[in-house]
């Protein structure tokens, strides 16, 4: 089926390591984006990408790296995790054209810190 | 920046009952809105959309929202609940660019 994956579902990590969460869509979708969802403060933009090539900041995006060398990939590096990055991470994607526009979401992946 | 205010962070109907959630947005220019469900330890999923095409958007699962320019208003209807709808709904604004908005969400709970 046509969306967006997430690798992992789940994940527990110590304080200090580091690692990525897969993101991949067969849309070809321009617009990627990773949100993180805690209770209370909805989804909140970490890093987003326009196309191949080209990553910005959003509004959390300290703690976390990105990479965009394809259309369908999109990972999300945790440098050193923190337990404040425990959270359920979303990664979406969106077409720029007008009546294709608004994101597809992956299912998530629930991350822990200890 | 632009922002979306979803007023009430949990909201309770009767089974049977009028769903009303309100979201407000603050936006210079025309904007594209969404109104996205989320069932629990899912990821979100596109409920309806507004693109200038009508202001009365109808979505799934009978879910319907008027977009008013004179109150920046995008409240999501249904007339009549389902013990299916629980679930937390986002509103969100995006303009042209590349960027959404989402609001905090409101927890929708239905009682039989």
């Known amino acids: 089926n046509a969306g967006v994956t997430q690798t992992p579902k789940f994940q527990v990590l110590k304080t200090g390591q580091s690692m990525t969460l897969q993101c991949a869509q067969d849309?070809?979708?321009?617009?990627m984006s990773w949100y993180r969802q805690d209770p209370g403060m909805g989804l909140r933009l970490i890093h987003y990408?326009?196309?191949?090539?080209?990553?910005d900041q959003g509004e959390v995006p300290n703690g976390y790296n990105v990479s965009r060398s394809t259309t369908e990939d999109f990972p999300l590096r945790l440098l050193s995790a923190a337990p404040s990055q425990t959270s359920v991470y979303f990664c979406?994607?969106?077409?720029?054209?007008?009546?294709?526009?608004?994101?597809?979401f992956g299912s998530g992946t629930r991350l822990t810190v200890v | 920046a632009q922002s979306v205010t979803q007023l009430g962070s949990h909201v309770s109907v009767s089974e049977g009952a009028l769903v009303l959630l309100r979201c407000n947005y603050s936006?210079?220019?025309?904007?594209?809105l969404f109104w996205y469900v989320q069932y629990p330890n899912q990821g979100l999923q596109l409920l309806l959309k507004?693109?200038?095409?009508?202001?009365l958007v109808k979505g799934i699962n009978g879910f319907e929202a008027e977009f008013k320019k004179s109150e920046t208003s995008f409240h999501l209807t249904k007339p009549s609940a389902h013990m299916s709808d629980a679930a937390e709904y986002f509103c969100?604004?995006?303009?042209?660019?590349?960027?959404?908005?989402f609001g905090t969400g409101t927890s929708l709970t239905v009682i039989p």
């Open positions: 507004y693109t200038s095409a009508a202001t």
């Open positions: 979406a994607s969106s077409s720029t054209q007008g009546s294709n526009y608004g994101y597809t």
């Open positions: 990408s326009v196309g191949a090539g080209i990553t």
């Open positions: 969100a604004v995006s303009d042209t660019g590349n960027q959404f908005y």
């Open positions: 849309m070809n979708h321009e617009y």
């Open positions: 936006s210079s220019v025309p904007p594209y």
